[in-house]
DNA sequence: TAATTACGTAACCGTATTGGTTACATATTA
DNA sequence: TAATATGTAACCAATACGGTTACGTAATTA
């Protein structure tokens, strides 16, 4: 899981820089940026639309683009989108989850833990659901590197322009 | 790690249950206990021990047994104590971090997730800081199964006694 | 002292997951 | 009609993990 949110992640980012050119971008600028497969990306993608957080054009200049504003876009939307049925929890009792254990002590035992973890991991989301799409793009542009942001995002729109 | 993480609290909990009674528990017991396999128990317990968590006895009569009452041992120790160097942080940026995506906006995109996904690990982490392993024991008591939590308690020491 | 118990650890195996890659059908644009 | 780009299946290699066996070593106990 760890590092498909993070790459999705990424990905919004990307696309939220993309966002006010109307153009979509395409698998391929993305893949190239992030150092990986279109592939990868593609699937990606695909779970984030199935979230209906982008939208994709199939075609010549098509590509993916964000259905909202990247301030309407938090990080626990892209967790919980790319989230799988294999994904139960990130604190699952896995194996641990079974008939052998089951007795009383063990059983009671799980459920106490399980509320634990389950705090754990509301917490963790409750973070999530306050930092937006939009929260990174400006730590990105005030924090760490104003003018090459700004030539950035150009660039980007030139590229997402170009093809 | 999330299987590692659960399985390793629950061997700390029977610990915890058998922590009255003197007697270290073994790896065979516990393991039959979780449903798995004693090499399974004994290799989270070297992580557990190297942590300071619980000490182990070799020989006739050995087994584990923590080093200090459930009341002093976080859910967030237990966490730190099986964490290892393959395990670099939940939120890890993976396959990303490399040379091809250390352009300006890819790497100023990195910094800038890797702040908030920290922020998101250290609200989890409190909250596992605050729960302690006499916590879970407690919940399961009060909770979940009183009359059988005795029980279990008294097979417990019973078991430990034995052998 | 000798036998038993139980840990510590290495080694191996099967499985599951993951990311990377190729390939191809389909849809959209020009 | 040609070019572009997605959607998806299929396959592969690498990795991680749990399960298991095996064995050396230490501590107890008879």
Chains 1, 2 share one sequence.
Request: hydrophobic share 40%; glycine share 8%.
């Amino acid at each position: 899981m760890n590092s498909r949110f993070a790459v999705a992640t990424h990905i919004m980012a990307y696309l939220a820089f993309a966002h006010e050119g109307n153009r979509p971008t395409n698998s391929e600028s993305i893949a190239q940026k992030l150092g990986t497969n279109p592939v990868v990306v593609r699937r990606l993608i695909g779970s984030l639309r199935a979230a209906d957080l982008v939208r994709t054009q199939l075609g010549a200049g098509g590509g993916a683009s964000l259905t909202r504003c990247p301030d309407k876009i938090s990080l626990l939307d892209i967790l919980d989108a790319i989230e799988q049925p294999s994904d139960p929890d990130l604190f699952a009792l896995g194996s641990i989850e079974n008939d052998v254990c089951s007795h009383h002590i063990g059983s009671c035992i799980q459920s106490s833990l399980q509320d634990i973890f389950g705090a754990a991991e509301e917490a963790m989301k409750k973070e999530l659901a306050g930092s937006t799409l939009a929260d990174v793009l400006s730590q990105v542009s005030k924090i760490s590197c104003p003018e090459q942001f700004a030539a950035a995002q150009s660039n980007l729109s030139a590229t997402t322009s170009v093809g």
